[in-house]
């Protein structure tokens, strides 16, 4: 580690000596599961603003009137498609298949695209006919918590992006490993979220 | 990446730590997938027709698909057990769990009865 330049090996080694195997990567797996639980109290937060603001429609739309199911259909099957396209990803990598392990997570980032299109649209056509977050309490509940969710999973899409490019130029060496590891907790996390937005915003919604 | 001998040791380790941390085999995660794809269609099927005619059986069924879902995914997608990273990632898991149902169930509880006192109409409810 005296010197300057970059040796992931050295770097893990090192790292190894510090910390017991069973800590994993040097505690950045479990730190970065941390994260995800707070993010988890975010999202905690936003069900329950959109829990207690869910019908106070002040004469606007009720769910029934806005939610098209098919829409949210297709985009669950899409989300759920790229899970286990990143699972794919991750079995690739742990072969050391290089190009497999990118084509995979091509293919995930297509499918996160498509994913937040159809929201995109979904919000497009619900502002075009007057059901914008200024419309009522519920709509501004409805559009922060799905809109905050829509924003982590173009992160993630991003995040795929940066981790093409760096695959590209040094390969499936130990950290970039970590980092897709990292990503691939996000990305399953996101589709965790999904299925409470699924259930508790659409489908109970439009039962109301 | 230099000598083959030089990264052979941190590859073990890589692979050691893959298995402390229980990344899925294949048939792991297709098997979570089948299984998460059942749970989707099951609930948006019950909405979508209605079937049931009982609204409170729909909402029980459709929300207790939905924990399992969570489950499902937490277990073959985000590979928690007990004994990824000592047990620490499902420890955290569990405090978050409790954390978000006071959460949510607390502020629903509170804003519900707040919101019932507020009503000038039912006096019944003070």
């Not at chain 1, 207690?52 to 739309?61: H, I, K, N, R």
């Not at chain 2, 769990?97 to 519900?112: K, P």
């Amino acid at each position: 580690m005296s010197t300057a330049t970059y040796d992931p090996d050295t770097f893990h080694l090192a790292e190894a000596e510090d910390h017991d195997h069973a800590h994993g990567m040097g505690g950045t797996l479990l730190g970065f599961w941390i994260y995800l639980m707070s993010d988890a109290l975010i999202f905690a937060t936003l069900f329950a603003v959109y829990g207690v603001l869910s019908t106070s429609y002040a004469g606007g739309p009720a769910p029934r009137d806005i939610f098209e199911l098919p829409l949210v259909a297709v985009n669950t099957a899409i989300l759920l498609v790229s899970s286990i396209t990143y699972g794919f990803a991750m079995l690739a990598m742990e072969g050391s298949r290089l190009n497999a392990t990118r084509g995979w997570l091509v293919v995930t980032a297509l499918c996160g695209i498509g994913f937040v299109s159809v929201e995109m649209y979904e919000f497009a056509s619900l502002v075009a006919e007057g059901a914008g977050p200024t419309r009522s309490a519920f709509l501004s509940g409805f559009f922060a918590l799905v809109g905050t969710h829509g924003l982590h999973v173009t992160i993630g899409i991003v995040w795929i992006g940066v981790m093409l490019v760096q695959l590209g130029q040094r390969g499936l060496h130990v950290e970039n490993r970590k980092r897709l590891q990292c990503l691939s907790m996000f990305w399953h996390f996101l589709d965790v979220i999904w299925i409470g937005v699924f259930t508790f915003v659409y489908l109970l919604g439009v039962m109301r | 990446m230099s000598a083959p001998s030089t990264h052979a040791a941190p590859d073990d380790a890589v692979h050691s730590h893959g298995d402390t941390h229980g990344h899925g085999s294949r048939r792991g995660y297709l098997i979570g997938f089948g299984l998460s794809a059942i749970l989707t269609a099951i609930p948006f099927w019950l909405v979508m027709t209605g079937v049931l005619q009982n609204r409170q059986a729909t909402v029980l069924i459709v929300v207790g698909l939905a924990i399992v879902q969570i489950l499902v995914h937490t277990v073959a997608f985000l590979h928690v057990n007990t004994k990824a990273e000592n047990g620490w990632t499902l420890m955290a898991m569990v405090f978050t769990g409790v954390l978000v149902a006071i959460t949510i169930c607390g502020s629903l509880w509170i804003m519900y009865h707040l919101n019932g006192n507020m009503m000038p109409m039912d006096a019944g409810a003070m």
